[in-house]
């Protein structure tokens, strides 16, 4: 079956701190990746995209790699803040199905002064 | 303006009730989606218009009713609604409708269904 694993724990770190998260998943081949942050009760906020054949791509702070071998993405926040504490969303895009845009359940990230 | 506005903020609603969602985008987005998100979970799709023609997820149950006046409005009628129903209803639009495209959220509307 299909799936998209981020882990359902808290990460904890400090402000100063590289964070990464994870995205991994299974029998899905995604043209491209996206991440999202989402602050709670709020809608989610488009972060970065990345496509199938780019291995890296950066925005300021936030750094994505993309690993189609290892069905993996993992997303860098360098020199975190407070700020960013929220939870972090990954999403496939899907060629098939009524949603073609496929989110995983996130990853909260608590960065502590 | 890359904005995408809902309203209200919050709803408390009666099973008996009869109420509407709104969403409004001036993005020139050809389409607008609403999503359903309970407490830890991924955001659900309920219902697309791509350039303001309707698909519907076949699980959502007929009380919700979608209604697209015109390509930067979008509404949610909610009638006779179970308390499992209670969730954060978020609209989105992407540029070109192929629904796998960047979706730009609104800050959703915490529904409560008593």
């Known amino acids: 079956s299909q799936k998209i694993e981020q882990n359902s724990e808290a990460l904890n770190i400090q402000e100063g701190k590289t964070a990464t998260l994870t995205c991994n998943y299974t029998?899905?081949?995604?043209?491209?990746l996206q991440w999202y942050r989402q602050d709670p009760g709020r809608g989610p906020v488009f972060l970065l995209l990345?496509?199938?054949?780019?291995k890296e791509k950066r925005k300021e702070r936030l750094k994505v790699t993309f690993d189609t071998t290892l069905k993996q993405s993992l997303f860098h926040i360098t020199a975190s803040q407070p700020a960013d504490s929220a939870t972090y969303l990954c999403?496939?895009?899907?060629?098939?199905?009524?949603?073609?845009?496929?989110f995983g359940t996130g990853t909260r990230l608590l960065v502590s002064p | 303006d890359t904005e995408v506005t809902q309203t209200p903020k919050h709803l408390v609603m009666g099973m008996t009730n009869k109420k509407s969602l709104k969403c409004e985008q001036h993005m020139g987005h050809r389409a607008m989606y609403w999503y359903k998100q309970k407490a830890k979970k991924p955001p659900e799709l309920m219902f697309v218009y791509s350039y303001e023609k309707l698909s519907i997820n076949e699980s959502v149950p007929s009380r919700f009713s979608p209604e697209c006046p015109n390509s930067s409005l979008l509404n949610l009628h909610l009638h006779a609604l179970q308390p499992e129903d209670s969730a954060l209803y978020l609209c989105?639009?992407?540029?070109?409708?192929?629904?796998?495209?960047?979706?730009?959220f609104g800050p959703g509307t915490r529904l409560t269904v008593l």
């Open positions: 999403a496939l895009k899907k060629n098939t199905g009524f949603q073609k845009l496929v």
């Open positions: 990345i496509r199938e054949n780019e």
């Open positions: 029998n899905y081949s995604p043209a491209y």
């Open positions: 989105a639009s992407s540029q070109e409708g192929q629904g796998g495209d960047t979706q730009y």
